[in-house]
Nanobody, 115 residues
Framework: QVQLVESGGGLVQPGGSLRLSCAAP????????MGWYRQAPGEQREFVAS???????NYADSVKGRFTISRDNAKNTVYLQMKSLKPEDMAVYYC?????????WGQGTQVTVSS
């Protein structure tokens, strides 16, 4: 069973926008820190953004001012709004949920930035 399911990836032009979603129906969502990570071909997975149970956010320097992470506890969903996309943002984006004795990942969604 996959407990975290990402969606919203696709092909976008440089400077364009996408919104990624991660649904987490299998957990008590409001108790978990949620995050987004990404992995480009041949590269290691890297941190993008996170949001705590209290709503505090953190971002990688490379995406500050362009990406916004948010969560809707009623929908058990975390979002990543991506603006002003650059070719270097192209990667598979993964959702992460972390709590007490729990650290899980989604299957990933592809973001392609190309003209």
């Amino acid at each position: 069973q996959v407990q975290l399911v990402e969606s919203g990836g696709g092909l976008v032009q440089p400077g364009g926008s996408l919104r990624l979603s991660c649904a987490a129906p299998g957990i008590i969502f409001r108790f978990y820190v949620m995050g987004w990570y990404r992995q480009a071909p041949g590269e290691q997975r890297e941190f993008v953004a996170s949001i705590t149970t209290g709503g505090s956010t953190n971002y990688a320097d490379s995406v500050k001012g362009r990406f916004t992470i948010s969560r809707d506890n009623a929908k058990n969903t975390v979002y990543l709004q991506m603006k002003s996309l650059k070719p270097e943002d192209m990667a598979v984006y993964y959702c992460n949920a972390r709590g007490l004795g729990f650290d899980d990942w989604g299957q990933g969604t592809q973001v392609t930035v190309s003209s």
